[in-house]
Structure formats: C-alpha cells, structure tokens
C-alpha cells in the first residue's frame, strides 16, 4: 500500500472539500481501491499530523503516529458503518494512538496546544511583534487548561469541526461536547481577562 502521503502532503484544512466526495472516496477505499485511500490520506493528513503534534509536543513522533493511524485506518475502514464520518473517525483513532503511543512511552502529562496558531513572518514591524506577542500569549493560556479542554477547543475553534464530529471524535455525546467546550471557554476566558481583547477568537 503507498502511503507517500503520511507526513509529506499536509494541506492546512479539508473544508473545501465535499463531504460527499469524502465518502465516496471511503467507499472505494473500503472495497480494496488504494489510490482512493491515498487520496483520503493527502486529504487528511494535515489534520491529523496537526492533531498528533499538539497531543505529542514533537513533530517525529505525530509524524510516526500518524503514520500508524492511518494504517489502522486503512485496516478497519471496512468496518465502518457511516463513511460520511470518515473525518471524525479518523482523527478519533489519531486521538487513540496518541494515547496510546504516550503509554508505551511511559509518559503519563500529554502535551497541550503549543503551536496553535503560526507564528508571524517577515519584517520584524510593530504590528508583527504585536501578532507574535499575543500568540504566544494564546499558546501559553491554551497550556494551563487541562488537556481535555485544549482538544475540545482545538478541534471546535481551530480546525472547525461540527459537535457531531467532535463528539465521533471523543467518543461522547453531542451534549457533552457542548457543555465541555463551554467550560473549555470558560477556563480560558477566566485565564485571558487581562488581554480579553487580544485573545478571545469567539468574541
């Protein structure tokens, strides 16, 4: 199976892709068509690198991982009943892997969101260190929530999923997605009081 896409072709978003051509492509995956797979991996791949970095803190290891979710992936897509979820599906087993990466690691603190936003580029102007300064500031407020809250957040207010991917994706329900990132913002609002101007993206 090509699997050239893990780690090399990671777009930054599938939102302009149709969901109906996300299933198609599952149900062609399904049935054996690996350029439809590899297609699904291109697709998804910045999404779940991303996802693996901010749960792991290194850039080999979501690399690895990611490589070993989407070989899953590719193992259990047959027995996956709602294609239409292939997304959430996905990055529900990224989420499984890292756990479970972190446990054969031995390592019990998972990493939070330190790389939420990009940082800035060229001149070093006023308006440029201003941008640095207040990501670094989200980074650091994102790193004092508790890791449950930083996923929720980062799923729903940087990636853009819906509460019923979120929800495939944490294994709960829709309701518990929504009362969790409520106090996810909540957390968040409380820590980002003295720059509530700066840093609240909901606002």
Not at 40 to 56: E, T, Y
Not at 188 to 199: C, G, H, Q, S
């Amino acid at each position: 199976m090509a699997l050239e896409a893990i780690g090399v072709a990671r777009p930054d978003s599938i939102a302009s892709v149709a969901p109906t051509r996300v299933e198609a492509l599952a149900h062609r995956a399904a049935r054996g068509d690996v350029d439809a797979f590899d297609e699904l991996v291109s697709l998804h791949a910045g999404k779940v690198v991303n996802l693996a970095f901010r749960l792991l803190g290194d850039a080999t290891d979501a690399d690895d991982v990611a490589q070993e979710a989407f070989v899953k992936a590719y193992r259990s897509l047959p027995r996956l009943r709602d294609r239409s979820q292939f997304t959430a599906w996905m990055l529900k087993i990224t989420t499984n892997a890292c756990r479970d990466y972190l446990r054969r690691r031995g390592r019990r603190d998972e990493v939070g969101l330190d790389e939420a936003i990009n940082h800035a580029g060229g001149d070093a102007t006023a308006h440029v260190v201003e941008q640095q300064e207040t990501q670094a500031r989200i980074r650091h407020l994102m790193n004092t929530l508790p890791q449950k809250h930083q996923i929720v957040l980062y799923l729903r207010d940087i990636e853009g999923l819906s509460y019923d991917e979120i929800a495939t994706t944490l294994g709960c329900t829709v309701s518990s997605v929504k009362n969790r990132l409520h106090r996810a913002r909540e957390a968040f609002r409380i820590r980002a009081m003295p720059y509530v101007d700066e840093v609240l993206p909901w606002e």
